[in-house]
């Protein structure tokens, strides 16, 4: 497929990303001189005060991908409405891009990665009723097995594990419902589940993190992380309060196949925990383990294995006013699988100044074994490294999106036995693009 023809669809694919985040705001909305949004409260609702602080209420700052948590002190990106009862809010991240990946096996693409989020919520029975939908038109957007990312893995497409490619996202990411009451003073419990969600294992998901935000890329540590976002059959219950989080789940732990437009259900055999703690309001940190029945297809291509895998992250916010926000993410993962065991490491920074100018960075060391990265006759665990860096420059607000144009460097790096197969121990990547999301309502 020419880069042409996949240009045309990223174009496309950015403007429906554009009028779907734009539509449900547009009569909700109105803008001053400086383009600050404002929300227009119903004529018996209350002042702009008070609607803001409903909004913080309904959809907490510190709630992230599925019942995951991010620090309190957090810019809020998204639209919010009210429909009667219900609190509505709209969230997503679109890109337009081109990448190219030097060496061996580097590849170019014009593409759009991107996913957009709704979500409603309102009192019920002493608690409170939620429904979440998240969805991506990467199955359209990005081409082939995934986009050029050296050093990715996951997943399989054409017969074949995915190598030095990022995997597009499933049409359907989330479509899952939640409930959460008090328990006694501060205590509270909490149940979440779907056909599409994310069990209690690992960080809140790269997409939602604030520290990955303006980056493109999925981080290459993914699959050793995080990867379990998209989770076709999940049920999660937690208990928490202002400090602590404990919860459990059950779920399906197949990874996705590459028919992105459906709904892969399987028996729900997998089950994970999670702990969390916030020291204070900059500060999340969070440990978790889970055993996937089945996650992914076995080297030797006869059947499926089990995975058992581990995480521990620590993730700060520091925001010295409302334009001027730090966001910084460090993680770690472990992956037990077929007689292997591997590690990950995450280190991600984004710091956004005045609202407009965005730098991000992103350094990771990871373990992959000779199958994941399609090197034949080893079975050697190979330790690889990844070194991003990049700027986005956003624009003035319009209709409570912030439309931004940026581009990145970064250094894909192996070690001595993949040299020649790599063309060379450093490779060079670079990423061009056009962002779309929603504009941040501060804290």
């Not at 080893?378 to 990049?390: C, E, H, N, P, Y």
Request: net charge negative.
């Amino acid at each position: 497929m020419s880069v042409r023809r996949v240009g045309h669809r990223a174009v496309a694919a950015f403007s429906i990303s554009f009028l779907l985040l734009a539509s449900p705001s547009a009569s909700a909305q109105s803008h001053d001189p400086a383009g600050q949004v404002h929300q227009h409260p119903a004529p018996s609702s209350q002042p702009d005060h008070a609607q803001h602080a409903m909004d913080h209420e309904a959809f907490p700052t510190r709630e992230a991908s599925g019942t995951s948590w991010v620090p309190e002190a957090s810019p809020m990106y998204g639209i919010h409405q009210a429909a009667g009862t219900w609190q509505l809010m709209w969230h997503g991240n679109a890109f337009a891009q081109f990448l190219y990946e030097s060496g061996e096996r580097g590849n170019e693409q014009a593409g759009s990665i991107n996913w957009m989020m709704a979500m409603a919520r309102r009192p019920l029975g002493g608690g409170r009723f939620g429904l979440r939908g998240m969805f991506s038109l990467e199955p359209l957007t990005i081409p082939g097995c995934g986009y050029p990312d050296l050093l990715a893995t996951g997943e399989v497409c054409d017969g074949e594990a995915i190598h030095d490619r990022q995997h597009p996202h499933d049409l359907f990411m989330e479509l899952a419902a939640e409930y959460d009451r008090p328990l006694g003073g501060a205590l509270r419990w909490q149940v979440y589940g779907g056909l599409a969600g994310e069990p209690a294992l690992g960080p809140a998901a790269y997409p939602h993190r604030l520290s990955a935000m303006p980056n493109p890329l999925a981080p290459i540590s993914h699959h050793w992380l995080d990867a379990t976002h998209i989770t076709f059959g999940v049920v999660t219950a937690g208990v928490y309060n202002s400090r602590w989080k404990a919860e459990g789940s059950l779920f399906n732990g197949r990874e996705p196949d590459e028919h992105r437009w459906d709904i892969d259900l399987a028996a729900i055999d997998s089950f994970s925990g999670r702990l969390w703690f916030a020291p204070s309001s900059a500060l999340v940190l969070q440990v978790s383990a889970g055993h996937l029945t089945d996650a992914e297809p076995s080297h030797d291509a006869a059947g499926r294995v089990d995975v058992n895998r581990v995480t521990a992250s620590a993730t700060s916010h520091r925001q010295s006013g409302p334009d001027r926000v730090w966001a910084n993410t460090i993680a770690w993962g472990l992956n037990s699988e077929d007689g292997e065991t591997s590690n990950a490491l995450l280190l991600e920074s984004t710091l956004t100044l005045n609202a407009r100018d965005s730098w991000f960075g992103r350094f990771e060391v990871a373990g992959k074994s000779a199958h994941d990265l399609d090197v034949h006759d080893s079975g050697d665990i190979f330790t690889v490294a990844k070194l991003q860096g990049g700027y986005v420059r956003y624009l003035k607000p319009w209709r409570g999106l912030n439309p931004g144009f940026g581009g990145g460097l970064s250094l894909g790096i192996v070690p001595d036995g993949l040299e020649a197969i790599y063309g060379g121990r450093v490779n060079i990547g670079i990423a061009l693009f056009a962002t779309l999301r929603p504009w941040s309502r501060g804290m």
